[in-house]
């Protein structure tokens, strides 16, 4: 009994490939390191908003649709509320606070889109090409920086890759796809679609998937080529009633009418609110960024490898299919590869040409970085196996060379931390050379530290001035009141007045720092640049406080401005 045991646990171990166990000790990993740090990220500053946007929600179905101040509430009623209405429903639940319920729900779907990357690149290049491509998206500064608290971007961009890769396996048994695929393709769908409009990108996709499918498969028979569409779109109809059904509960503004979701494209694509936004140290209104902003902010905010690698898949599959080879897996997997490449490519040509709005760097556009990665984790795969029939010493010398590139990677994020998303590669010198010239802390995560040194601070000074007596300070903070509070003590209350606050608190980002001056009690630094300060403005008057400064060369911000939500 124990030898037939002791065989199947062989056996089974043996069926287990190295690639895919070393993926799950890192997912694991992953996992335990996200429990053990996501309450140390701040309040982001759209937080406030969809949390209570989330409650207007709820209200809305509560009160049997009667309760319409969700669509009178800013412009949130352009967004879908999945992520939001599941935050409210379990900070009403659990005994937690409701940011930190917020961040562990935004890590953990950027768990899962980690978890999806990969299996979208395993399954087009094998479990290699998977554990390379869970490495290159945790080791992306603006992903693992931002699961903790863009609790819009990463969900959806999770969500995204998730149908992605649905689609991809749904794909290869058109037009007859199991159900179960796509099922789970219209279940994430569904997600995208009840975080953002964005999501319709996806049909888009399926329907090039299906009509490239009925080329490949029915070539000059255009009878035959539209029954195999029929056939593969009425497999898919019951995944599109599920993702319409999702959609339309979790974002009231839909259900209005069914034109609403392509209403809230255009909508976004006309936004002109007056928020400033920096690019190489050139301050821009959103609606009048180059075009080549976002591309620009994807080239300097990635890993090297990830865009490298990303370059590699490009070119394999452009190979494969110049040689035209007759193998039907490889042009299967070239196409495969294009489909992902074609996920990137196709909202950013959209920006480019269209010159839509932005801001806030590739925040709007974290949804292709899942997808990058996993062309990234093909074309490293595709390296190193080009490298070895040229012997071990090259393969080495390969091998090392991407090692090398991910520790260099994780050295970074753990000089960081909890900043992770500050990020930026050696194009711009990294953050040292990307400070006040481009993004950086615009969620003002600085903020935890910066209270908590505030306080260390205070204990060590009026303690000494009053022993008995705790008073109270008013405190300037360039960024959202809510980030301030839900960390501040009993002794620091915020206020909007800047001329008479006592203290002051802000991001390097966008010179904010250098509004006001004052004594710095307080500097939170990472890799050697300062990326925010707390100030004691004690003792001045109110014209004395006020710098004369150019904010990254345009004007100063607004006390409490903040960006609206997009």
């Known amino acids: 009994m ?32 996200v429990l053990a740090t996501f309450t140390e990220y701040a309040v982001s500053n759209d937080e406030g908003l969809q949390h209570h946007y989330g409650e207007l929600i709820i209200a809305y179905y509560k009160s049997g649709f009667t309760d319409r101040s969700v669509f009178d509430f800013q412009n949130l009623y352009l967004y879908g509320g999945l992520f939001d209405i599941i935050a409210v429903l379990l900070a009403h639940l659990l005994p937690f606070d409701p940011y930190d319920i917020r961040h562990l729900m935004s890590a953990l779907a950027g768990l899962g889109g980690i978890a999806a990357s990969a299996a979208a690149a395993r399954m087009i290049a094998g479990p290699r090409a998977g554990l390379l491509t869970a490495l290159a998206l945790a080791l992306c500064g603006v992903w693992y920086g931002g699961m903790f608290n863009h609790t819009k971007d990463v969900p959806f961009a999770a969500a995204m890759m998730g149908a992605t890769w649905c689609l991809i396996r749904a794909a290869r048994d058109l037009p007859a796809p199991r159900r179960r695929d796509t099922l789970l393709f219209g279940l994430l769908l569904g997600a995208a679609l009840g975080l953002r409009a964005t999501g319709l990108l996806m049909l888009g996709y399926l329907g090039l998937v299906v009509a490239l499918a009925a080329w490949m498969q029915a070539r000059s028979d255009w009878r ?89 898949a490009a070119l394999s599959a452009a190979l494969t299919a110049a040689q035209r080879s007759r193998r039907h897996t490889d042009g299967a997997r070239a196409l495969e590869i294009g489909l992902l490449l074609f996920t990137v490519a196709f909202p950013l040509a959209c920006q480019v040409i269209g010159r839509g709005p932005a801001f806030t760097g590739m925040r709007h556009f974290m949804f292709v970085a899942p997808a990058l990665a996993a062309l990234a984790g093909i074309g490293t795969d595709a390296g190193l196996a080009a490298a070895a029939p040229y012997g071990r010493l090259v393969a080495a010398a ?169």
């Open 224 to 312: 035959a080529a539209l029954r195999f569409c029929g056939r593969s779109l009425l497999r898919f109809a019951p995944a599109l009633a599920l993702a319409y059904a999702i959609m339309i509960v979790s974002w009231p503004w839909a259900s209005l009418d069914p034109f609403n979701p392509v209403r809230a494209i255009f909508a976004f694509a006309h936004f002109h609110y007056p928020v400033r936004t920096v690019m190489d140290g050139t301050v821009y209104l959103m609606s009048d960024v180059p075009r080549w902003y976002e591309p620009a902010y994807l080239a300097i905010k990635l890993p090297l490898v990830v865009l490298l690698g990303a370059v590699g």
């Open 398 to 566: 390969a091998f090392a060379t991407v090692t090398t590139a991910f520790a260099v990677d994780a050295s970074a994020l753990v000089q960081l931390h909890p900043y992770e998303y500050l990020f930026y590669n050696s194009i711009v010198g990294g953050l040292p050379g990307a400070s006040r010239r481009y993004e950086t802390d615009y969620w003002v995560n600085i903020m935890p530290a910066a209270v908590k040194d505030l306080e260390t601070y205070l204990d060590a000074t009026d303690h000494k001035i009053d022993p008995l007596r705790s008073r109270q300070f008013t405190v300037g903070v360039c960024g959202e009141r809510v980030s301030f509070e839900n960390e501040a003590d009993h002794r620091l209350r915020w206020t909007p007045d800047w001329d008479h606050a006592d203290f002051f608190i802000a991001p390097t980002h966008m010179n904010c720092d250098e509004v006001l001056r004052g004594k710095v009690v307080d500097t939170i630094e990472r890799l050697g640049v300062p990326i925010g300060v707390v100030k004691d403005l004690r003792g001045l008057s109110p014209q004395a406080r006020w710098a004369p400064v150019a904010v990254a060369h345009g004007p100063a911000p607004e006390p409490s401005a903040h960006a609206p939500h997009g």
């Open 2 to 33: 124990i030898a037939a045991v002791s065989r199947y646990v062989r056996d089974s171990a043996r069926k287990v490939d190295a690639f895919d166990l070393a993926t799950a000790v890192l997912m694991a990993l992953l996992l335990l390191l």
